[in-house]
């Protein structure tokens, strides 16, 4: 189940217990989640970092291609691909951008909109159903049945 406050996502649903639940923040290094920059739509996976420093907590989005447009400034929302998070949830904001002409993709470092140093509440969406894209069932298009003319009688 996705974790998020007012300002943003802030992680999922890890364990749960009786009365109780785990959540793994989207800042944790062993985080990822599928993302959209807001005005290219351009996608990529965000990845938490290796800092233990809840005040300095980026978050690196990788897997862009080279092609697609991200500039410092744009937004990144979840993309809703995979089915763990809902489309459009805000994540950050792109404040650095690495783009090396040998690579495939290029990656942009992100300040995430949640301050997990000063997090105190969450709302957990627990009416989210997550997708298993695997298991639904693909529809085969068929082709539409002709319409037939049938005689009529003429009086």
């Known amino acids: 189940m996705p974790v998020v406050t007012p300002q943003g996502l802030a992680g999922r649903i890890w364990t749960v217990?009786?009365?109780?639940?785990?959540?793994?923040?989207?800042?944790?290094?062993?985080?990822?989640?599928?993302?959209?920059v807001q005005s290219t739509r351009a996608t990529g996976v965000i990845q938490g970092g290796p800092s233990t420093n809840l005040t300095d907590n980026n978050l690196l989005?990788?897997?862009v291609p080279q092609g697609d447009a991200i500039k410092v400034g744009d937004t990144i929302l979840t993309s809703g691909l995979g089915g763990n998070f809902p489309k459009?949830?805000?994540?950050?904001?792109?404040i650095d951008v690495h783009k090396r002409?040998?690579?495939l993709?290029?990656?942009a470092t992100i300040k995430?909109?949640?301050d997990f140093a000063r997090l105190e509440f969450v709302l957990i969406m627990k009416r989210f159903t997550?997708?298993?894209i695997?298991?639904?069932?693909?529809?085969?298009?068929?082709?539409?049945?002709?319409?037939?003319?049938?005689?009529?009688?003429?009086?």
Do not use: C
Request: proline letters at 11%; glycine letters at 4%.
């Open 105 to 107: 993709f290029q990656e």
């Open 17 to 36: 217990g009786t009365h109780w639940s785990k959540v793994l923040l989207i800042v944790d290094a062993s985080s990822s989640v599928n993302a959209v």
């Open 130 to 132: 997550p997708s298993d």
């Open 112 to 114: 995430p909109t949640v």
């Open 88 to 94: 459009r949830i805000v994540i950050g904001q792109v």
């Open 134 to 155: 695997t298991s639904e069932p693909t529809e085969t298009p068929t082709a539409a049945p002709t319409p037939t003319k049938t005689p009529t009688a003429v009086k």
């Open 101 to 103: 002409d040998n690579e």
């Open 61 to 63: 989005m990788k897997y």
